[in-house]
């Protein structure tokens, strides 16, 4: 399948795997990148250990892969430099403004990526310089606006505003779903929680489980400092266990590779049923 985002990031399908704090590690990160999507590494620890990471990677793939990299962390001068001394080509921002970062990406040939929640943000961050643009709906697990707006509305929103590739995220679990943010006019989708509940995640065995029992009423937004996060409720599943809506469509445990497979291979059947039913 290709298209501009595929083309761009040098990917066989347009699937990008959500950068999950300390959930989306280096085996997770390689699985999705050899099986054709785009691995994502979220920010973990401290500088030696996230670098660490990031060499890890390099020697499970030889595919393209991203580093997720938070805007608001205090040291973004030195792991811009180690992404670039790695020669990391691909990074996606998040959880701030990069616009403070764009150009030192840019001076170093580095595709960037950012998430956003509104089409305000992704206008001003289009003129800022960067590649792509993630559109976040409100489904989503982890890190969500305040003001939440679901993806069937932020999408083709944000669309309609600007010019460079965009790529859907929030409640995304199957080829119905990935077929629906196409024709919202997106290139492609990002996922993170059925990558979450996956194989070589990096989140506990209990963890995923949890993902598994919750259905798509489970979730809740609730305050962590001055952020908001979606988490399964506790009285569901004690504990904060990070999880998107969609949790309601994982049924089982598998390897990241069946996942971009089962994803793939069901467009088709899904297309059909769509067609017969325009007829």
Same mark, same amino acid.
């Given at each position: 399948?290709?298209?501009?985002?595929?083309?761009?990031?040098?990917? =066989?399908?347009?699937?990008?795997?959500?950068?999950?704090?300390?959930?989306?590690?280096?085996?997770?990160?390689?699985?999705?990148?050899?099986?054709? &999507?785009?691995?994502?590494?979220?920010?973990?620890?401290?500088?030696?250990? *996230?670098?660490?990471?990031? @060499?890890?990677? =390099?020697?499970?793939?030889?595919?393209?892969?991203?580093?997720?990299? &938070?805007?608001?962390?205090?040291?973004? @001068?030195?792991?811009?430099?180690?992404?670039? =001394?790695?020669?990391?080509?691909?990074?996606?921002?998040?959880?701030?403004?990069? #616009? /403070?970062?764009?150009?030192?990406?840019?001076?170093?040939?580095?595709?960037?990526?950012?998430?956003? %929640?509104?089409?305000?943000?992704?206008? /001003?961050?289009?003129?800022?310089?960067?590649?792509?643009?993630?559109?976040?709906?409100?489904?989503?697990?982890?890190?969500? #606006?305040?003001?939440?707006?679901?993806?069937?509305?932020?999408?083709? @929103?944000?669309?309609? !505003?600007?010019?460079?590739?965009?790529?859907?995220?929030?409640?995304?679990?199957?080829?119905?779903?990935?077929?629906? !943010?196409?024709?919202?006019?997106?290139?492609?989708?990002?996922?993170?929680?059925?990558?979450?509940?996956?194989?070589? #995640?990096?989140? %506990?065995?209990? *963890?995923?489980?949890?993902?598994? =029992?919750?259905?798509?009423?489970?979730?809740?937004? /609730?305050?962590?400092?001055?952020?908001?996060?979606?988490?399964?409720?506790?009285?569901?599943?004690?504990?904060?266990?990070?999880?998107?809506?969609?949790?309601?469509?994982?049924?089982?445990?598998?390897? #990241?590779?069946?996942?971009?497979?089962?994803?793939? %291979?069901?467009?088709?059947?899904?297309? /059909?049923?769509?067609?017969?039913?325009?007829?």
């Amino acid at each position: 399948m290709k298209n501009r985002l595929t083309e761009m990031l040098g990917i =066989k399908y347009p699937i990008i795997q959500g950068g999950m704090i300390e959930i989306s590690l280096s085996k997770l990160v390689a699985a999705v990148s050899n099986a054709g &999507g785009l691995g994502t590494l979220g920010f973990r620890g401290d500088q030696p250990l *996230w670098r660490d990471e990031i @060499k890890k990677i =390099k020697d499970l793939t030889d595919k393209p892969f991203a580093i997720n990299l &938070g805007m608001y962390l205090n040291d973004l @001068k030195e792991r811009i430099d180690i992404i670039i =001394k790695e020669g990391v080509k691909i990074v996606v921002t998040s959880a701030g403004n990069p #616009s /403070k970062v764009i150009n030192f990406f840019k001076d170093a040939g580095i595709i960037t990526m950012h998430v956003i %929640s509104n089409s305000n943000q992704a206008k /001003k961050i289009e003129d800022a310089g960067v590649d792509a643009i993630i559109a976040e709906g409100g489904e989503s697990g982890g890190i969500v #606006s305040n003001n939440i707006i679901s993806t069937l509305v932020l999408v083709p @929103k944000v669309v309609d !505003c600007v010019s460079i590739p965009v790529i859907a995220a929030g409640g995304i679990g199957d080829a119905r779903g990935f077929i629906a !943010c196409l024709a919202m006019g997106a290139e492609g989708v990002q996922m993170g929680t059925l990558f979450e509940a996956s194989v070589e #995640s990096s989140a %506990s065995q209990e *963890w995923k489980e949890g993902i598994i =029992k919750a259905n798509e009423m489970d979730t809740i937004v /609730k305050e962590n400092g001055p952020m908001y996060v979606r988490v399964i409720k506790e009285e569901i599943y004690p504990g904060s266990v990070i999880t998107g809506q969609v949790a309601g469509l994982v049924a089982r445990i598998e390897k #990241s590779e069946d996942i971009i497979n089962r994803m793939m %291979s069901t467009i088709e059947p899904v297309m /059909k049923k769509i067609n017969n039913q325009l007829c």
